[in-house]
């Protein structure tokens, strides 16, 4: 039997409409300040762990890039060991305990950042009398996105057993294009293994910036640290005063460690706490204020340009995607008189 297609919507429609959906439905899903209140901590028997999810797929809020989950580790428990085709970076709220990665027991405490690399085997433990709290931000929807997301289940298995790291082939001479390819990848590979995984809180020390705070780096590039484009750092605002303002696309997400304020998202207030993680929509012309007249509020800001925004810019140029003011308005710091650099922090 012969038929013949009556409908009057077009392949244009049809597109315009499916990618109008997409957004409408993305944006529902935004939230400027996600309230530590609001998270619910959920028992994980899998791993022998409580999480609750800020931002993700894992949660009822799903992001495209980065997502964000606080974990609870019992006194006296270890969890299970994994690994995963994506990175993590790992603060440590309060508590103490370790992370052992591929094998290297790693002690933190409250304030210190790890680093979780590619495929890694590791997992948590917390030998001490009190729960141990901490943050992971990885990068596992944008692997999601590309369909590479994998994880590996280790169970009790002790990492001895396990296989190894996954690693790339050897350099190979000649100027074919696969052996281009395998000398470029080894190059962006090399030193993956030996790179640096904490950031210990008593070894680092924060300066001064144009933008109006007191910042130190956490996880990048610069300090060694092999991520798949992860960076964290932590902004210090001086009581009462604020950073310059900015927008950018992507996002850009801060964890508030301690300390209240707000921040003024296209003219709009945001309040926060400690314990709050902000997101910041694309786009949106953006300052972070101090409320605290006494004390200083510390955030980490947490993004991941060095890979997914770099390419989105080089995709999109000309267009713009991080504009400041020409001049920027920046408080001026001088004689401020900064609190110990240890202040706040949990035992
Ligand atoms: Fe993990
Ligand atoms: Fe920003």
């Not at 899998?46 to 949660?59: E, K, L």
């Not at 009190?130 to 994998?150: C, D, N, R, Y």
Request: no cysteine.
């Amino acid at each position: 039997m012969k038929t013949t297609t009556t409908t009057k919507t077009t392949h244009y429609e049809i597109q315009k409409k499916r990618r109008e959906s997409l957004l409408d439905e993305w944006k529902g899903y935004h939230k400027t300040v996600q309230k530590r209140r609001d998270v619910v901590m959920h028992d994980v028997p899998s791993r022998r762990i409580r999480s609750g999810v800020y931002a993700g797929y894992d949660g009822d809020r799903p992001t495209k890039n980065l997502d964000a989950t606080v974990h609870e580790l019992a006194p006296h428990t270890a969890t299970t060991i994994h690994r995963h085709s994506w990175d993590a970076i790992e603060f440590i709220e309060s508590g103490r305990g370790w992370t052992e990665i591929d094998g290297q027991r790693i002690d933190w405490r409250p304030w210190d950042t790890l680093h979780l690399p590619t495929w890694a085997w590791h997992r948590h433990g917390n030998d001490a009398d009190k729960p141990a709290i901490f943050h992971t931000w990885s990068v596992e929807p944008m692997l999601e996105q590309f369909g590479v997301a994998l994880i590996e289940d280790g169970g009790d298995t002790p990492v001895a057993e396990l296989p190894r790291r996954q690693r790339q082939a050897d350099v190979i001479a000649g100027s074919d294009p696969h052996a281009r390819r395998r000398q470029r990848l080894g190059q962006q590979w090399a030193g993956t293994e030996s790179a640096r995984l904490i950031t210990r809180f008593d070894e680092v020390r924060g300066l001064v910036t144009k933008r109006g705070a007191r910042s130190l780096f956490l996880v990048d590039k610069s300090i060694g640290y092999h991520t798949a484009g992860l960076s964290a750092v932590m902004h210090e605002l001086a009581p009462g005063l604020y950073q310059s303002r900015h927008r950018h696309g992507g996002e850009a997400w801060l964890y508030v460690v301690s300390g209240r304020g707000h921040s003024e998202v296209d003219g709009v207030e945001y309040p926060w706490e400690a314990g709050d993680l902000i997101v910041v929509d694309h786009w949106s012309w953006h300052q972070h204020f101090n409320d605290d007249k006494e004390k200083t509020a510390r955030l980490i800001r947490v993004h991941n340009f060095d890979a997914l925004y770099d390419m989105i810019r080089i995709l999109l140029d000309p267009l713009n995607l991080f504009e400041e003011l020409p001049e920027l308005d920046a408080p001026d710091l001088t004689g401020i008189v900064w609190p110990d650099h240890f202040a706040g922090r949990p035992e």
